[in-house]
Each structure stands twice: as C-alpha cells, then as structure tokens.
C-alpha cells in the first residue's frame, strides 16, 4: 500500500494551503485501517515533511504506528534527509532500498531528490546501483519506485519539477524488460500513464490534490488519497486509488503556491 506527500509539519496544527495535514494524514490512515484489506508493505514515497523537523518525521511515524505492516521509504524535494533517516530509523523504520516480495518479485526504491529545487534528478550512484540490483535479481518482477515523475503529467507547472534525466532511467530499463511498473508521489493527483511501454502510476497525496491538466497551479477539491497495490506472480499488477469520504478537508483554492 502506497501513502504519499503527507507533507507533516512540527506542529499538529499547522497547515499546507489551509488543510491541516496531521489530521488529513491521521484521516487517511485510520480509512486504510477500516477497510481491513491484506496487505504486506507500506511504501511511503517522499515529502513526508514539509518543514525539515524530526517532529515531522517522528509524527510521521506516530501515524502509521496502528499498521501492521512493514514500512520502507524514500525522499522527495521536500525531505531532509539528515532528519529523516535518523528519526524513521529510530522509531524501527528500515532505510532499506531493495525488498524482496515471496520468490517473484522486488520493490526498488529510488533518490530522486535535488537537494533545495523541486524537480528530480537521478545521480550516476542511483542509475549505477539501479542496474546492479537489477542484474542481480533478473527472475523476479521490479516495482520501480522514486519521488519524481519521468513522463509529464500534463500540468505544465508541475512538469517543470519532472525528474530532468527520465531518458538516462530510460536507458537503464531498456536492458530489464522486467521492470514494467514504476510509482511516483510528488504529483499529488491519481495518474496511470504508458511510459515507453511501461505503465507509470501517480497517487494522491494524504493532504493538498492539484488539478489535473492545468498549466498554472491549481488546487484541486478531490479528497486525499493512498493506493493499494497488488503484485501477482505473473508480473501484473493490480491496483487502486482509494481517497476519504465527504468533503471534510477543504483547501484554500485561492492560494497561488507554496
Ligand atoms: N505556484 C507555483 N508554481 C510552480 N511551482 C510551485 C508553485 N507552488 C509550489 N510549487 C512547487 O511545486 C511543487 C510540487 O509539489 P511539491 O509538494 O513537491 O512542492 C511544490 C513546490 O515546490
Ligand atoms: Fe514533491
């Protein structure tokens, strides 16, 4: 299960453009909870913070204490990494990058952070220990997963923050055939987009939701969201978006940016 961009502050009762994002986050998880679906893994996929606080990301990990399930991570433009590798770490939340599924599959986990700008880039490090881990599991599937979006989105404000060396990641896949699923946050809006023959999927974050194909930011009033994933041994993938019910979180749809 896929939680994204729940873009925590230090304080319970700060807000992101007039949504409180503790309480959207806490909304979310305690949906996830009554549902009572089966699940094996969190996969929480940047901008946990939006301030750099280890508050953040100690609320962060407050959250999804009730969850039974595993839970690994990466960054996004948002994070501090310093902050959030030692305050998830200390709470037992491993900084793991490969995990491997039963026999037939792996979930890879990517850095696509540039460190102070919103869009993303993949360094030589991240393409080179891509293709190792790749190479060195070539019977199983991959979920591919990283903050930021390869493909555009369709919003051009936001496809300025892409991640910049999409044909450099794209190289790279060319020779695994395997990998055909990749997952973003970042976008904070529900996407399934054919990249290059591989499916890219984006998710809702758990608080602000930007609307989809605007050319200058726009907050969308759709509910926050999280997404399920299944992975079936055959190599597909099976998945949905599920967001809150009733109009409880209501952003400022005249802010212009943050
Ligand atoms: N008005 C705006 N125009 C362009 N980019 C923006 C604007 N407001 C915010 N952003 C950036 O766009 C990013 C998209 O999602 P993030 O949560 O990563 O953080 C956002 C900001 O860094
Ligand atoms: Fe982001």
């Known amino acids: 299960m896929q939680i994204t961009d729940t873009h925590l502050f230090s304080g319970k009762n700060e807000t992101l453009l007039g949504i409180n994002t503790w309480m959207s986050y806490q909304a979310v998880v305690d949906a996830i909870l009554a549902e009572q679906r089966h699940y094996d893994l969190i996969v929480a996929t940047g901008d946990l913070a939006q301030d750099h606080s280890a508050q953040a990301y100690q609320h962060f990990v407050e959250g999804i204490a ?3 399930a595993p ?3 990466l960054p996004g433009n948002h994070d501090f990494q310093p ?22 599959w792996q979930i890879l986990l990517l850095d696509s952070q540039v460190f102070g700008v919103p869009h993303g880039e993949l360094s030589d490090y991240q393409l080179d220990w891509l293709e190792r881990k790749l190479a060195g ?5 991959t979920l591919l997963l990283l903050h930021h979006h390869p493909v555009p989105a369709g919003c051009s404000w936001l496809d300025q923050h892409s991640l910049r060396n999409a044909a450099e990641l794209d190289n790279v896949l060319q020779k695994f055939p395997k990998v055909k699923t990749l997952v973003c946050g970042h976008i904070h809006q529900e996407l399934d987009l054919d990249w290059n023959g591989r499916r890219m999927l984006a998710t809702p974050s758990t608080c602000v939701q930007f609307k989809p194909h605007c050319a200058n930011f726009t907050l969308d009033t759709i509910e ?8 079936h041994p055959n190599g597909e993938v099976t998945t949905e978006v599920c967001r809150l019910k009733g109009a409880v979180f209501n952003p400022d749809t005249a802010s212009e940016g943050y």
């Open 137 to 141: 599991a070539p019977e199983r599937h």
């Open 71 to 73: 839970c690994v991570w």
């Open 224 to 231: 926050p969201g999280w997404r399920w994933l299944e992975l």
């Open 83 to 104: 902050a959030m590798f030692s305050s998830l770490l200390e709470a037992g939340i491993s900084p793991a990058k490969q995990v491997f599924l039963g026999d037939s």
């Open 66 to 68: 009730g969850i039974p």
